[in-house]
């Protein structure tokens, strides 16, 4: 009973993993009800995102943005805030970097490094409207951030018909100078799509380690997410780091979108509605405990499940939409933190029967 | 006939003894203080007689009847009521409606409103609780709202009432008060259990005490048999002064002046409305007044939490006013806030953290941007040591230390920082009394130090024995400034309700 206890004290890990094995559960229930076969479809789900290099390329580019929006998320949770805006940030994102892509002549690498930081600001600025008026005047971050969402999709879509096309659907191919397509990695995973971006994601996830517990920004950031009242008696300017935590969580979700644009599409389409990414990001940050490495790890499954699930409709006809319940069983879960629950009710029922002894 | 008997009760938790052979003999029809420091097992104690916990170990009577309390529902079954400290209790319900909450009457599937009003005053009536069963809930004051917790554990028909230290959110009038209704509630043949570390409460209306420290049974005492100093001791396991002692103050140069000022409160009203004052180098300046009169925000103007609109601030010969709270700090002003959940701690942070929130920038916790942890760390353990703040290690969130040892850190960390200037808000609220006497040394010796102290407490008591003078705030503005030596009373008391007095002490 005591281990038992210990370990949903202390470990948010075991909970995750009990989680994604009950929406691997819940998945496997709803496929059995729909007249298919879960195991057959979980090993096509598993084989098609490893089997082959090349799979494991494609798969490693399925994870990269998620890391990303997942820092995203993860970092606001730390300090307090709550950005659902991510999923708007992205786009910005997107839109910035294709911006810079296309319009600025520039030599190789120079190019794509103008182009992903103009991605990183365009996600900061968009976070900091969100910030400054939370910090300022004092309006939640959950709406602000909810209605840019919005303005992102449409302010893209309007950039990409009337500015960057003639009235089309989609901007043209971004030049291979500021292109985050790598060949020498490309090849080694046999020609996929994966490309630089992982690599930038694997770094923020370091940096937004490092920032947090081994900085006093870090500690400033901290401690106003835990107790803004505390922080301002302690001398620190609260609405400084309100804004600044949303702007890194922005350059997270800026560095995914222009990452994603960069490295994997190459131009900008008008979008009918979200990707989902950034909201997907929601979803790693909670899995992973809102820690980098749980990100990262988490970020690695729902990028499994993703790429797996979408070959998983061709090799075992289950339709993909099993991977999206599986996705939101595990978030259940996690959120219903159902491994306390379950402890909490056994060492009732314990304690009962102890009594009854007596 | 005993009402309550627990007999040789044992809880543990994952790593501690909570209650360690506890045994609890409670009288029919009579007051019974379960007397402890925070963290002493009462409460667990008490919540395994409300069925909240299982024993681990032990008996339980009730009415001479062996019994198993294995819910809320049972207790209430047994007539065991519980009068909450935190009250449980909706809004913008009205008295009725919250009362009925959970037991509703009702006829043909619909609330009898009437008939519930009528039951609840008769209640009322009764027991002298003077409750109006038609007002809301968010219009009447914080007795009124105990009142109703009390209403509902008798609409629930209990007998026996656990008072979950009742009195730590009503002022002395109320106390008063609610004294009366429980010598009524006895006469009626109700039994009390009265949870409690306030000695004075006990010798005053209780007729037997139950002692537990460490979650140990230290004893039970008839009140009568019995006095403070030796209640004091029973319950901290050592002798404890009520008297400070202390020298007389050798004040020295002025480290602060404060002219003129004014400070506007949450809602825009003056709070602080043209007030002067000077405190000297190696004296205690003790702020009396009756909450609300000024003193939360002329200490947040004096720390820059709160602009001053008017006026002026100068600590050692400089001008303050209105500069940002870490400029402040820097200065040489050391801060135990009035709150210190909500100012004075970052909960979730370990308390080798806390001890650095004003210092995590500077040399040697900070190199650069990158915080030094070894030195961090090497800091917390020593101030924790050398001002016994108890906790198992400098990894723990400040939020798991009992009240006492969160005040401790506080004031380890306000005091090391060598300010000239120390503000103490309320130092003391909540504290037992054996973390008081502590505090109070602390303060003391800071004073001999040489620092400039101003105590602000709404504990009269705590000003008279520990301030050198007492300033006395009424609507802003100091209303008289008297000598703890000389003063009485009276003298006090009419000053803080706004009368005029004669005589000025400034020295």
Redesign the interface.
Known sequence: M?VL??INKQSSIFTSLVSVFLGLLVGGVMMILAGYNPIQAYIALFQSAFLQPFDIGETIRTITPLILTGLAVGLAFRTGLFNIGVEGQFIIGQLAAVIVALKLDLPPVIHAIVAVIAGALGGALWAFLPGYLKAKRGVHEVITTIMLNFIALYLSNLTVREWLTDGADKTKEIPESASLHWNMLSQLFDSSRVHFGIFIAIVAAFFMYYLLW???????L??VG??P????????NVSRNIVLSMMISGVFAGLAGASELLGTAGYQAIQASYTGIGFDGIAVSLLGGNSPLGIVLSASLFGILTYGGSNMEYVAAVPREVIRVVFAAIIFFVAANIVRWVAQRRKKKV??K??EGK | MNAVEMKGITKRF?GIVANDRVNLTVKQGEIHALLGENGAGKSTLMNILFGLY?P?EGEIFIREKKT?I?GPNIAGELGIGMVHQHFMLVDPFTVTENIILGSEPTQNGMIDQRKAEKEVQAISDRYGLKVDPRAKIRDISVGMQQRVEILKTLYRGADILIFDEPTAVLAPKEIDELIVIMENLVKEGKTIIFITHKLKEIMRICDAVTIIRQGKFIGRVDVADTDESRLASMMVGRDVSFTVDKKPAQPKETVLSIRNLRVKNSRGVDAVRGLDMEIKAGEIVGLAGVDGNGQSELIEAI?G?KSAHKGEIVLNGKAITNL????I?HRGVG?I?EDRH????????SIG?NMV??T??QKPF?KG???QYPQIFKHAKRLIKEFDVRTPDIHTPARALSGGNQQKGIIAREVDRDPDFLIAAQPTRGLDVGAIEGIHRRLIEQRDKGKAILLMSLELEEVWQLADRIAVIYEGKIAGWVDPATTTEEEIGLLMAGGQVGTEVSS
């Open positions: 005591q206890s210990k081994k900085t006093t920004t870090g500690y400033q901290r401690a835990y107790n009242h505390a922080s301002e008696y302690a001398g620190m304690i009962d102890g009594g | 994952p299982q681990d198993e294995t720390t939490l940002k709270p870490k400029a700090t801060h806030p909500r100012r004075g701690l970052v909960l979730d942070f953290e929130l004003q995590f920038d900070a941007w990158t915080l």
